[in-house]
């Protein structure tokens, strides 16, 4: 038998995985932005916040809607150290100079796919969730083979993820347009770059996948 990354979802073996949707990084007054004038920051970041406003967004709820009514469990991993000061962190974010401090505003998932009951979110303080959380114990918990992911920051958190789960054995599905980063080289690229790893799908390859279920 031939094996292929390009298989259809199968419910109850599926999970959506938000990454790092969280006020921190995607909310204008996160702390990812402080000091930064509104000039520099329309200069460095409107295109992105364009962006995330106006399509991803609404991608990402069009998914998270259309994955709960399909019965697949919604789980999210936010930046947020375990700690008040951050000791935890790995030494590439200490070196970056961030710390979204345990139980802070800034480590909560946005309001626009805020969790719904007891859906999983995880806090993380490196680049991959596979490196800092449980994540992979609980996949396997909860039976899941093939991963949905969608989030923040494409070529960073995105892509790390993705590579990782790939490694322990999961089939990973990147829904292309619920995902961003800062500009759209970089976007281009990761979306280029990644693709080795995992099926790329669209949110609207996506939704009439799942309405096929």
């Known amino acids: 038998m031939k094996l292929s990354r390009n298989l259809p979802l199968v419910a109850a073996e599926s999970a959506l995985l938000f990454i790092d949707v969280q006020n921190f990084a995607a909310h204008r007054d996160g702390a990812e932005f402080d000091g930064l004038s509104e000039e520099d920051f329309v200069e460095e970041y409107g295109w992105f916040f364009d962006e995330l406003n106006t399509r ?4 990402m709820q069009a998914i998270q809607t259309a994955c709960r009514a399909a019965r697949i469990e919604v789980m999210y991993t936010t930046i947020e150290s375990l700690t008040l000061d951050g000791r935890d962190r790995s030494l590439d974010y200490k070196i970056t100079g961030f710390n979204v401090a345990k139980g802070s ?3 909560k998932v946005v309001d626009q796919i805020a969790p719904q009951g007891d859906e999983i979110v995880l ?6 969730v596979f490196v800092s959380t449980h994540i992979d114990y609980v996949l396997r918990n909860l039976g899941v083979k093939q991963l949905v992911i969608s989030g923040l920051i494409t070529d960073q958190c ?10 322990l054995g999961y089939l990973v599905t990147q829904v292309t347009d619920a ?28 939704l009439a996948e799942l309405e096929s279920l």
């Open 158 to 167: 995105v892509e790390s993820a993705i590579r990782d789960a790939c490694d």
């Open 179 to 206: 995902c961003l980063t800062y500009t759209p080289e970089r976007q281009a690229n990761s979306i280029t770059t990644v693709k080795g790893y995992c099926r790329q799908v669209t949110t609207a390859e996506l």
């Open 105 to 107: 505003w800034d480590g």
């Open 123 to 128: 806090p993380k303080s490196s680049s991959s």
């Open 56 to 59: 991803v967004f609404a991608n």
